[in-house]
């Protein structure tokens, strides 16, 4: 990303008034890591260009980076204004912030209006992703049969590597192992490197809700061969926690915050997925305290952190086990 950024700014450097060029630096800087410059690159592209609406999202993704969540929903409030494609982005957005946040009644409020809203243009990467984020919402407030309709609706408007991938971990959340292990033999079958990778983190997964730690950490190894993925990373660190083998989870939770900025778009195709990046201060406390026994500086710092990010959390498992840690 580093290096992105680098040939990205040569690009503006050429043609600083266009807006494409400027967008791009902004968003290889949100994937970097980098809020200051996504911002700075962002606002430079509205002001050229103030319909071009991945502007916005790369502006909103730089603010919620930098930590102010608030200044990102206005900044999709004003996108929502641009054009109706925008809208249908700067929904997308908000709902993401509501999941972020741990809001999921209000994300499931936000999702179906926006649904509705793209009823004349469904299949875009941003109306698709709504379905997908409603299951995720619908499966927090244990809706399990109505996730597996919003999956299935999803699915047949698309079948793109990330819904596929996406698909069958919410299938997986909604005890349907069998239907996600399928969408994993299909990305498997493919030939390109990043949809085989998906399959095993899926496979991985499965295995991991079996209890199989040391083949699920078998096969996450294998996929971050394929293609080294922040999502790899995470499911990695989980798998280690639960192989008891603390150092090497902080490994990996370390290599999350390093590459935080791509968790804003797992796919890095600009949908947004902020709502992924909380929990890593989660588990960095759950590391933490395996590393240095309960209630050390560091596991607390972590889990009120993560606190703070959910304070305006509805019921969540994860939430009140933080909460426990911490009294």
Known sequence: MAKAMEEGRKAV???????????????YAVYAGDAATAAREARAAIALNAKYEKAYIALALSQILDGNVDEAAKTYGQLQGVTPRGASMASTGLADIAMYEGRFTDAAS????????????????????????????QLAQNK???????????MDLSTSD?????????????????KAARLASQ??????????????????EILLSRQKTAEAIDMLSEAQNLTNTWIGHFQLARAYLQASAAADADSEIDRCLKRRGEATSLFLDDVQTVRYLPEVSYYQGRASEALSGNGNPKALKC?????????????????????????
């Open 144 to 154: 399990k049969p109505a996730a597996a309709e919003s999956i299935g609706k999803a």
């Open 162 to 178: 990330p819904v596929l991938f996406n698909s069958a971990q919410l299938l997986i959340r909604a005890d349907q192992e069998d």
């Open 303 to 327: 889990f009120s952190q993560f606190l703070a990010l959910k304070s305006k959390s509805q019921a969540d498992p994860v939430v009140e086990d933080a909460r426990s840690r911490v009294r």
């Open 13 to 27: 450097d050429l043609e600083p008034k266009n807006t494409i060029r400027r967008v791009n630096l902004a968003l």
């Open 110 to 137: 936000i999702l179906e209006k926006g649904i509705a809203a793209d009823a004349a243009d469904p299949k875009t990467d941003w109306a698709v992703a709504k379905l997908l984020m409603l299951a995720e919402s």
């Open 187 to 204: 990305l498997a079958a493919l030939h390109r490197p990043e949809p085989r990778a998906y399959a095993k983190v899926i496979s991985a």
